[in-house]
């Protein structure tokens, strides 16, 4: 938009105006939230609430020059987790944690938490972009410029490992082949399948480091290929064996949010990458909510429904706020199932339970399928101090990768470290919701995939 022959995008001052208007429209809802009827209208849970929503925001639709990257993954998942939903649900008076009620008090305590965090959070990021000083990016191989023949050995390996992938994939859901389309179908799944599904290790390295060797392959190829038809054909076999509606939401998300930042540019141009993550948590992510748990008869919505966030889906802040609230505190013991995820329970009979399932039976909780949110699960093993530890970590593990895309590779997605970066930032919002187990075990699983396809485009891409 031009005024007067200058171009108001690029004025500081006309984006510092921008973002005051937006404020003081978000203070002006505040106070008509507050105003309006409820079961708890206490002033100072909005005023922090109202801080934690604004200071996401501020890193939100700031530095439009890096569209993506896991520290704005990082503000989109406080924001709306931990800024919108649990408004929402404090107002109402909803009890997402298994019908436990959390006090006003802890409401209050939680936010100013979180706002420490947001502070250590960006003062260890920028510590860390100082630090990083060497010009090496780790798994890089640039794509070659003009005109050249792909190596033959090269795109039939790809296509191998694609294939296995396929084939491996059907083969695992040869008794229930539409659970591949539909993950929840009840009136046509397996049983057997069903019970088995994520409960061993051979699963989970099924589901998780074999299906989505074809994503990665498809990745890599868009950024290092060049022939539209094998693009097409890897994106077929990525579709078929990882269908959004057969992925849980957080893996859709994990895999199709890299896919739309290459196969569309305008997806990489300032804020539009928010514009498409809010648009798929807003419509996408309940619609597929459809296919949790689907039978024949059922119907199918696609809308807008703001009172999602006061279901369980979002009871990220309020397990965070449960384990603060009755100091459940383990020492590290919830860590250790982290770490040693690979672990069968033959070997180690008394492993613990993913950490939200350790909760609810821990204090008998109506519901035992609660989540645990990365900071919940920080405190529950050492407590603040493993909530600020955690915090650190995280913003060191975020700088790093956006370090080496943004500053070293200067946001050029055509080399090889692009599938690992796009992939992690994909991931952020499953390990930040939580649990941590699933989100670390899926991460690992999925760069290690993706390692494999980077060996062979280093062994065979010439």
Same mark, same amino acid.
């Given at each position: 938009m031009k005024v007067g022959g200058v171009s108001l995008n690029n004025n500081p001052y006309y984006d510092m105006l921008t973002k005051l208007v937006s404020f003081v429209l978000i203070f002006i809802l505040y106070l008509f939230e507050l105003?309006?009827?409820?079961?708890?209208?206490?002033?100072?849970?909005? =005023? /922090?609430? $109202? @801080?934690?929503?604004? %200071?996401?925001?501020?890193?939100?639709?700031s530095d439009k020059k890096r569209g993506f990257s896991s520290q704005k993954i990082f503000y989109l998942f406080i924001f709306f987790f931990m800024g919108i939903a649990p408004i929402l649900q404090y107002k109402n008076g909803d009890e997402t944690v298994g019908g436990y009620k959390i006090l006003e008090q802890t409401y209050i305590y939680i936010n100013f938490i979180l706002l420490f965090i947001f502070i250590i959070f960006d003062i260890f990021y920028y510590y860390f972009s100082l630090k990083f000083k060497s010009k090496k990016v780790p798994f890089y191989i640039p794509k070659k410029s003009g005109n050249y023949s792909e190596s033959k050995i090269w795109i039939l390996s790809l296509i191998g490992l694609?294939? =296995? /992938?396929? $084939? @491996?994939?059907?083969? %695992?859901?040869?008794?229930?082949?539409?659970?591949?389309?539909?993950?929840?179908?009840?009136?046509?799944?397996?049983t057997d399948l069903m019970k088995q599904k994520d409960s061993s290790f051979?699963?989970?390295?099924?589901?998780?480091?074999?299906?989505?060797?074809?994503?990665?392959?498809?990745?890599?190829?868009?950024?290092?290929?060049?022939?539209?038809?094998?693009?097409?054909?890897?994106?077929?076999?990525?579709?078929?064996?990882?269908?959004?509606?057969?992925?849980?939401?957080?893996?859709?998300?994990?895999?199709?949010?890299?896919?739309?930042?290459?196969?569309?540019?305008?997806?990489?141009?300032?804020?539009?990458?928010?514009?498409?993550?809010?648009?798929?948590?807003?419509?996408?992510?309940?619609?597929?909510?459809?296919?949790?748990?689907?039978s024949s008869g059922q119907s199918i919505g696609l809308g807008l429904d703001f009172e999602m966030f006061r279901s369980m889906n979002f009871d990220s802040y309020q397990s965070f706020a449960f384990v603060f609230q009755?100091?459940?505190?383990?020492?590290?013991?919830?860590?250790?199932?982290?770490?040693?995820f690979w672990v069968p329970r033959s070997i180690w009979p008394d492993k613990p339970l993913m950490s939200g399932r350790e909760v609810a039976n821990e204090f008998d909780l109506s519901?035992?399928?609660i989540s645990m949110n990365y900071f919940g699960e920080g405190y529950i093993n050492f407590g603040l101090v493993g909530v600020v530890v955690f915090a650190i970590f995280l913003s060191y593990i975020s700088c790093y990768f956006d370090y080496k895309f943004w500053r070293l590779l200067k946001g050029n997605i055509y080399n090889t470290f692009t599938p690992f970066y796009l992939f992690f930032i994909g991931m952020c919002f499953f390990f930040m919701r939580g649990d941590l187990m699933n989100g670390f075990s899926y991460t690992i699983f999925l760069l290690f995939a993706n390692y494999v396809v980077y060996k062979v485009t280093r062994s065979f891409y010439k």
């Open positions: 105003d309006s009827p409820g079961k708890y209208n206490n002033g100072l849970v909005y =005023f /922090s609430n $109202a @801080l934690v929503v604004i %200071y996401s925001l501020i890193h939100i639709i694609a294939l =296995f /992938s396929t $084939a @491996l994939t059907l083969y %695992y859901f040869r008794e229930a082949p539409l659970m591949l389309v539909f993950r929840g179908l009840e009136d046509f799944t397996s051979s699963v989970l390295l099924i589901l998780a480091f074999a299906r989505p060797i074809t994503f990665a392959v498809c990745l890599n190829y868009l950024c290092m290929g060049k022939n539209k038809y094998l693009k097409f054909i890897f994106i077929i076999l990525a579709l078929i064996t990882n269908f959004p509606a057969g992925l849980a939401r957080l893996r859709v998300a994990a895999y199709y949010l890299p896919l739309m930042l290459l196969l569309f540019k305008w997806v990489r141009k300032k804020n539009n990458f928010v514009f498409l993550f809010c648009f798929g948590l807003l419509l996408i992510f309940p619609f597929l909510n459809n296919f949790r748990t689907f009755n100091e459940y505190i383990t020492f590290g013991r919830q860590l250790l199932v982290v770490l040693f519901f035992g399928q």
